[in-house]
Every structure is written in structure tokens, then in C-alpha cells.
């Protein structure tokens, strides 16, 4: 089988360092669905017994099924001891690089994080960074890597997946994989092809910026609809009927996305990291973050020229950062509650998805719906197509197919 362990070396084929978060676990998943044995380490016990009980920490379709099947088979083995480190021949990382309060990437976070397992690093290991990371980090691993004095691979193959696909998305687009060796690229496309035939071969620079390059590119697409949106309705027109009527039959602008809240753990991120590797000389990404962060507030003003919000209780429909997610990292909803908190004189907040253990503060939908004198449709949730409520609604999203205008 591919990428089983070399002559007995290893008890495990894969074991996946963070691996029970929204990045790894699928990750985990699939390559134990195709057979490797696959052991996860996480420093989070309570999420390490969900997965050990097979059951699913989040939502994400198709995974569940998935998970328990591997689970019972005995493929699949999550720990909170990093001593499980040793035991792979390959070691995948989904630890990102993360932005501080002054949007600066710490370059070092993921050599410092890798510190706590590197006692366990074992000679003819592949060690390969799965998350976003900072352009050169992957040269930082290699030399921490080095300077312990283990014989490590190490590769960059970056994650392509989006929330809520990542089960199908995971077999069916191509893995870029990347090594400064010969052995290291074919260990890696040897680990990645138990996944997909289609194998992406680049340096780990080249890596490092295409993965940079594709959120980015995402984020300022957003971007632009975004501009697009507040110049047609700060003139009483629907950008969506623009939208569709310029694209109809037209490819060329086909792929212009609609106007929302553009958020979530990596868009904004790494768009920053990207400025900051390009030494702040980015006012496209500038510009783009000011945009699309600048949506709520926009918002918000709009609704204070139609309403006197500040007597109004507002609902808020949707807290997650996308739509069918659980997932409110980074979501500008919560951006908009709280510019709501100072501006109105109440604010209620909904959410299918995200649990009460995440957000306690969360209601019903149809105790907002009732409570509330103005509501705002944050997420595009398919549950709330076709609701039928007498309030006032700003639907940027176009989720009940009344247009966009606010």
C-alpha cells in the first residue's frame, strides 16, 4: 500500500499534529478511509474523546459516516499524548501561522509549536506543513529539523479545502505537494496519491505563494463585488439584477461572486501575511481588507438613513462565518452585533448550526422572528430561503430572492 511504514519502522502510516480541528480531521479521515493506519495527536482532550467515540467535534457532510467507520475499524486513533509523534512515518502538521493584533504573522509560531513534539521526531520521518503558513517557514522547519540532529523529510503540501466540501473536495482536486529533496517530493506525492491520482509538483517557495495567492485572490474577488454592491445601492439600484443580467449567456464574467460578508480563519489572514511578506506594499489586499471588513458598518449606516434604529430590536440570522457551517472563527457577524449592541436598542442572534456551547447567548429563529422589528440575514443558511415574515429584512446575500438593496 502506498505510503505504509518502511520495513516495520513505523506502527502508523500518518499521524496528523492538530488534527482534530476543521483542517486535519477530514484530512485524517480520508487517509484512514483509504486505508492507512492514522493516528491523530491534539492538545485538546475533550475533542480527542468525541473523535475516539467516533463521533464528529463539528459539522462537516459526508465526514461522520466516515469517521465511524474508520473508528470501528481500528484505523483511526487520536491521542493527546505527543508521544504518538513516533510513531508515523509521516508526521502532517495543521498548525497555521497566525496574525497578531497589529496584523503581523509570526513566522515562528509553527517551529516553536513543532518544539513541544520534536523529542518525538524519529529518523526517516516525512514531516510535512499542511496549514497557510508564512512564506519561508517551511525553510525555518527544515532547519529546526536539522539543528535537532534528526534525519527528517520535510514538505509543504498545502490544504485546498473548503469548509463544508471537505469530503469530496479531498479526492477530487489535485495535491500540490512540495520538497527541497528528490525523496522528500516523491515521499510526499506517494503520501497524497492515496487521495487523488493528481499530483501538483512545486518548490516549497512556489508552494508557499500559490497557497497564498488563491485565498488572496478570493478575498479581493469578494472584494470587488462588495465595492461593486454599495456603488449601485448608494444609487437605489439591485447589484443583483446587475449581476445576473451582465453575466447571463456571458463567461467572461461569470465567475463574479455576489456581495456578503467575506470572513472566516484565512481569507483576512492571509491576505495580511501576504502584505506583510511583500514588506506592507499591498494596496490591493489593503483595500480589500478595508472593503469587505467595512461590510457591517456600511450596513449598519444604511439601515440608521431607513429606520430609527436606535428604538428598534434588530435579529440577527446567521453567526457563522459561511453558510451550512458551525463555524464562527473570524465571522463578521459578530462584527455586526457588535456595531448593532451601540447602535440599536436591542440585538437577538440566531444560528441552526452553531451550538449552544459555543455561543450561549443564541436563540431560537423563531423567537427572534417574533421579538424582533428589523431583521438582518448575516449567513446565506439554506433554512432560511423562503421564510415569510412581515418585518423589514437587509438580505445582502439575496437568501429570500427579494434582491439586495438596503
Known amino acids: 500500500m502506498a505510503g505504509a511504514p518502511a520495513a516495520g519502522r513505523f506502527e502508523r502510516d500518518v499521524v496528523v499534529i492538530g ?35 467516533g463521533r464528529l467535534p463539528f459539522d462537516e457532510p459526508g465526514a461522520a459516516q466516515a469517521l465511524e467507520r474508520v473508528v470501528a475499524a481500528g484505523r483511526l ?6 508521544s504518538i509523534v513516533s510513531e508515523a512515518e509521516n508526521v502532517v502538521v495543521v498548525i497555521g501561522t497566525p496574525v497578531d493584533e497589529h496584523l503581523n504573522p509570526n513566522p515562528h509560531a509553527i517551529p516553536k509549536a513543532l518544539g513541544g513534539c520534536s523529542a518525538y ?93 488563491t485565498n488572496v485572490w478570493r478575498y479581493i474577488k469578494f472584494a470587488t463585488a462588495n465595492q461593486f454592491y ?48 511583500n514588506n506592507n506594499n499591498f494596496a490591493l489586499g489593503h483595500t480589500a481588507m478595508t472593503i469587505n471588513e467595512g461590510l457591517p458598518l456600511y450596513l449598519v449606516s444604511r ?23 458551525d463555524d464562527i472563527r473570524s465571522s463578521l457577524s459578530y462584527k455586526l452585533k457588535r456595531i448593532l449592541a451601540f447602535k440599536a436598542g436591542d440585538v437577538l442572534c440566531t444560528d441552526p448550526y452553531v451550538p449552544a456551547s459555543v455561543d450561549g447567548s443564541l436563540l431560537p429563529l423563531q ?34 430572492g427579494n434582491g439586495v438593496r438596503v
Open 77 to 82: 486513533r487520536a491521542s493527546a499524548d505527543p
Open 121 to 213: 521526531f524519529r529518523d526517516g520521518q516525512l514531516l510535512i506543513l499542511r496549514s497557510t503558513v508564512f512564506p519561508g517557514v517551511t525553510a525555518l522547519v527544515e532547519k529546526m529539523v536539522a539543528d535537532l540532529g534528526a534525519s527528517v523529510e520535510v514538505a509543504f503540501c498545502p490544504e485546498r479545502i473548503a469548509e463544508g466540501k471537505a469530503m469530496t473536495e479531498l479526492f477530487e482536486l489535485p495535491q500540490i505537494v512540495s520538497a527541497r529533496s528528490a525523496m522528500g517530493q516523491q515521499r510526499a506525492a506517494k503520501l497524497f496519491g492515496l487521495l487523488t491520482e493528481s499530483i501538483v509538483e512545486l518548490s516549497p517557495e512556489e508552494a508557499e505563494l500559490a497557497k497564498l495567492f
Open 230 to 277: 454599495m456603488m449601485a445601492n448608494d444609487r437605489g439600484l439591485d447589484f443583483e439584477r446587475i449581476r445576473k443580467g451582465l453575466s447571463q449567456d456571458y463567461p467572461r464574467a461569470a465567475d463574479m461572486p455576489g456581495p456578503g460578508f467575506a470572513a472566516g480563519p484565512c481569507l483576512f489572514k492571509d491576505t495580511m501575511q501576504l502584505a506583510a511578506f
Open 19 to 53: 488534527g482534530c480541528g476543521h483542517v486535519g480531521l477530514p484530512l485524517a479521515i480520508a487517509f484512514a478511509d483509504r486505508g492507512a493506519d492514522v493516528g491523530i495527536y491534539d492538545v485538546s482532550e475533550p475533542a480527542v474523546a468525541e473523535v475516539n467515540a
Open 367 to 400: 423567537e427572534v422572528l417574533e421579538r424582533s422589528d428589523l431583521l438582518v440575514v448575516a449567513t446565506p443558511h439554506k433554512q432560511y430561503r423562503g421564510l415569510e415574515t412581515s418585518k423589514p429584512v437587509a438580505d445582502i446575500w439575496n437568501v429570500l
Open 303 to 325: 439601515l440608521e438613513q431607513r429606520y430609527d434604529i436606535s428604538t428598534m430590536r434588530v435579529g440577527i440570522l446567521g453567526m457563522a462565518f459561511k453558510g451550512e457551517s
